[in-house]
């Protein structure tokens, strides 16, 4: 005797898989990017999202994958997707954390729609109250990275992260929109004394408001100096300016203002950074070039 509604149920399935296909369904989520390779991956994991209701349009936002490309593996410190906490997915358990002691007391940032368009995928920044901390600390005389997409519409003098040992303290690094609305990079020497010697880099491309812009920085230790790269182009070159040449060399070269907390959201001089940030990345130890920079803002 022949199962009718064993035929009915196979007859569906083998049509919804098809309808599937034809109309770009997909499933919420590929968490080994490896296997996007596999046809036969693809159509297990589509008959599955068929079956437990969770197909998407192939447009539609999914959830990030946490798996960090080979290429970016190496020197990595610390990587914050931002997706509704401060946590570190580098693997390193840098995990972002509100300061405490002289700084701003804090609850941390709001969460808001990322730069992929996943929900509460970035941090929302108030200008007024908010922040984290990272322990990331670059050196002058070694290479490293920041990157970080950015959406705001506070173009002009608007801080995005720094060090200080105090809030009006003299700072060591900022990150900043300056009052002309490029991404600056600008580093402070301690065996000045002051505040007056450093380092300076000004992209030459303006940050447009309220679009996500990718900007990095790349430090190259035994130069001394570095590169601003906005949206995966370089956009402007360090230069020393004050009467100090710069980091020295050596085992004790002398270094910027340092030491933790790095503060984002927060920067010299005590000013609150208004808008989101997605995906902040911290590299010790090596240089981003474009590959890698390209690699980066690919990432959903």
């Given at each position: 005797m022949v199962n009718h509604n064993f035929q009915i149920t196979e007859r569906f399935l083998v049509l919804a898989f098809f309808f599937c296909?034809?109309?770009?369904?997909?499933?919420?989520?590929?968490?080994?990017?490896?296997d996007y390779e596999s046809s036969s991956y693809r159509e297990t994991k589509i008959l599955?999202?068929?079956?437990?209701?969770?197909?998407?349009?192939?447009?539609?936002?999914?959830?990030?994958?946490?798996?960090?490309?080979?290429?970016?593996?190496?020197?990595?410190f610390a990587w914050y997707p931002l997706d509704g906490n401060s946590n570190d997915m580098s693997g390193n358990?840098?995990?972002?954390?509100?300061?405490?002691?002289?700084?701003?007391?804090?609850?941390?940032?709001s969460y808001a729609v990322g730069h992929s368009n996943l929900t509460n995928g970035s941090a929302s920044f108030n200008?007024?109250?908010?922040?984290?901390?990272?322990?990331?600390?670059?050196?002058?005389?070694?290479d490293f990275a920041i990157t970080f997409w950015i959406n705001t519409n506070l173009t002009s003098n608007n801080r995005i992260l720094g060090y200080q040992a105090a809030p009006s303290y003299n700072p060591g690094i900022t990150m900043t929109l300056n009052v002309s609305g490029y991404?600056?990079?600008?580093?402070?020497?301690?065996?000045?004394?002051?505040?007056?010697?450093?380092?300076?880099?000004t992209s030459s491309s303006v940050v447009p408001a309220n679009v996500w812009t990718h900007i990095a920085y790349v430090?190259?230790?035994?130069?001394?100096?570095g590169t601003i790269w906005v949206n995966g182009v370089i956009t402007g070159n360090t230069s020393n300016f004050g009467a100090?040449?710069?980091?020295?060399?050596?085992?004790?070269?002398n270094q910027w203002h340092n030491g933790t907390p790095l503060n984002i959201g927060?920067?010299?001089p005590s000013q609150f950074y208004v808008g989101m940030l997605d995906d902040i990345w911290f590299f010790k130890g090596r240089q981003l070039n474009e590959s890698d920079i390209s690699t980066l803002m690919s990432l959903p």
């Open positions: 296909l034809t109309f770009f369904c997909q499933p919420i989520s590929f968490n080994n990017t490896g599955q999202c068929l079956l437990e209701g969770s197909c998407t349009l192939k447009n539609a936002s999914k959830e990030r994958s946490y798996q960090i490309p080979a290429s970016l593996v190496s020197g990595l358990a840098q995990h972002g954390y509100f300061p405490g002691g002289v700084w701003p007391v804090t609850s941390g940032p200008g007024t109250n908010q922040l984290f901390a990272s322990d990331f600390v670059p050196l002058c005389h070694e991404p600056e990079f600008l580093s402070f020497w301690i065996a000045s004394g002051g505040n007056t010697d450093g380092l300076m880099v430090h190259n230790g035994s130069t001394r100096q100090y040449a710069g980091c020295t060399t050596g085992t004790s070269p927060y920067a010299y």
